[in-house]
């Protein structure tokens, strides 16, 4: 069955730590997204990209940082720079690039700090 | 801009109804309605596009009016399964397709 594949499930980070989280989809989706959630609040969009070796900035980009050099991954980099990194994070995808197009989550990734 | 969902949370008993209210304050291009699950992924439930389309997936429906940029998530008769947390997601014109922004979310508890 396709689907987001999220790894790891739960993450643990260092002070001055950089961190990356998978993300992969065998749904053969154009676009993927990246999303914090924080308790008892909705998604806020970090990056998203529309195609392999381009992305945009979301709402919450500083401190994170994103690759997209093949179709089905986009790896999720928190840097040092991310000073309350501790969230729930969420991967997403849709089919095309064109506008109302349903988002397809993977699983998340718990990350926290040590 | 965030959406504002409205109510926070609600009790039901099996059997009952609730609305659940998505207010934007921009003019949007469609709305999303997910629910998510304790500890899960959000689950898409459906997309209405302006034009005051209602769609329907289960007996849970939503409506769309575009003038008032406001949509309404319905839970009809409501089961166990409804219980989870609900998040509408809207987007605006073509320069922003796909950047959803989501509602801070409604909590729903259905109990037996």
């Known amino acids: 069955d396709g689907g987001i594949t999220q790894s790891p499930k739960y993450l643990f980070r260092k002070e001055g730590q950089n961190v990356t989280l998978s993300c992969e989809q065998n749904l053969n989706h154009d676009a993927m997204y990246w999303y914090r959630q924080d308790p008892g609040q909705g998604l806020r969009l970090i990056y998203y990209?529309?195609?392999?070796?381009?992305?945009q900035k979301g709402d919450i980009a500083e401190g994170y940082s994103v690759s997209r050099e093949k179709k089905e991954s986009f790896p999720l980099t928190v840097t040092s720079a991310q000073k309350n990194p501790t969230a729930f994070y969420l991967c997403a995808s849709t089919p095309g690039t064109g506008g109302s197009q349903p988002q397809h989550f993977g699983d998340g990734t718990r990350l926290s700090i040590l | 801009q965030q959406p504002v969902q409205s109510p926070q949370a609600v009790i039901l008993r099996e059997g009952e109804d609730a609305v659940i209210n998505c207010s934007s304050s921009k003019a949007l291009y469609s709305v999303h309605w997910y629910r998510q699950k304790h500890g899960e992924a959000p689950v898409f439930l459906m997309i209405l596009l302006k034009g005051g389309e209602q769609k329907g997936h289960e007996k849970i429906s939503a409506s769309f009016n575009e003038k008032k940029q406001q949509s309404s998530l319905y839970l009809t008769a409501s089961q166990l399964s409804y219980s989870g947390t609900y998040f509408c997601?809207?987007?605006?014109?073509?320069?922003?397709?796909?950047?959803?922004?989501f509602g801070a979310g409604t909590q729903v508890v259905v109990t037996p």
């Open positions: 990209s529309q195609i392999v070796n381009d992305f």
């Open positions: 997601g809207t987007e605006g014109g073509t320069d922003s397709w796909g950047k959803l922004q």
